[in-house]
């Protein structure tokens, strides 16, 4: 990896200065910054809310087999690292896209991974399903803070890191806690499908705002070439 890092990430200019602690503190009142972080923080804590207690979950709810367990979780691995680098290529070019629809599906399949607890081949299924989508937007939403940290960009970046970790740290102590509850095993599951869609809070919101500069911005481009045209024309 480090050898990875050192062949293909460009080195800084020879100008390059490092930005001041002032404008490093100047990119946190960005509130697109902070919707990320939101985001980075329900869509980990959610996903891992349910992954923290998948193999009791398989074994004593779904009765797959303990042999099984470790090649539902191979899946679960390989389904991720897969779609984190095709989320990423997607990223790229439609960044809300993926934030909103990866949290839609992984809504879905936390669903169906509370309903159909007890139907093996429906379990065996979503969880590989969830190694596709639920954390595939995550390096999405860390270029997204760095975006939107501005110069404060090394921020951006460990600050949506530590918002993973806040997010699994939060919820994943709910969900131990909801095995005690009458739900049971699907008490995590239920926690995940609820901290997942919440997700979708501030990724349409983001979407939003980002559609609203690029309108305006639109209007005011058109505006600009109306009245530089209504001048040549005089």
């Given amino acids: 990896m480090t050898v990875l890092v050192i062949r293909r990430v460009p080195a800084d200019a020879p100008d390059h200065t490092p930005s001041s602690l002032g404008s490093q503190l100047a990119g946190l009142r960005s509130v697109r910054l902070w919707l990320v972080l939101l985001a980075c923080a329900t869509t980990s804590g959610g996903v891992l809310a349910v992954y923290s207690f998948i193999a009791p979950l398989l074994t004593d709810r779904a009765g797959v087999p303990a042999s099984m367990v470790p090649l539902v979780l191979t899946g679960f691995g390989i389904g991720s690292f897969i779609w984190t680098i095709v989320g990423g290529r997607l990223g790229d070019t439609r960044p809300h896209t993926v934030t909103i629809a990866t949290p839609a599906i992984t809504t879905v399949l936390m669903l169906t991974i509370f309903l159909l607890s007890e139907t093996s081949w429906a379990m065996i299924a979503a969880v590989v399903l969830l190694g596709v989508f ?90 600009s070439r109306r009245t530089n045209g209504g001048s040549s024309t005089a």
């Fill in 134 to 223: 639920g954390l595939s937007a995550n390096s999405v939403l860390i270029h997204l803070a760095v975006r939107f940290a501005g110069k404060a960009a090394t921020l951006g970046s460990a600050l949506s890191v530590s918002a993973f970790n806040v997010g699994t740290a939060v919820t994943t102590p709910i969900a131990g806690a909801a095995l005690t509850s009458p739900l049971g095993l699907d008490g995590p599951a239920a926690v995940g499908t609820v901290t997942v869609a919440l997700t979708l809070i501030p990724t349409l919101m983001l979407a939003q705002i980002i559609r609203r500069r690029e309108a305006a911005a639109t209007e005011t481009s058109a505006g």
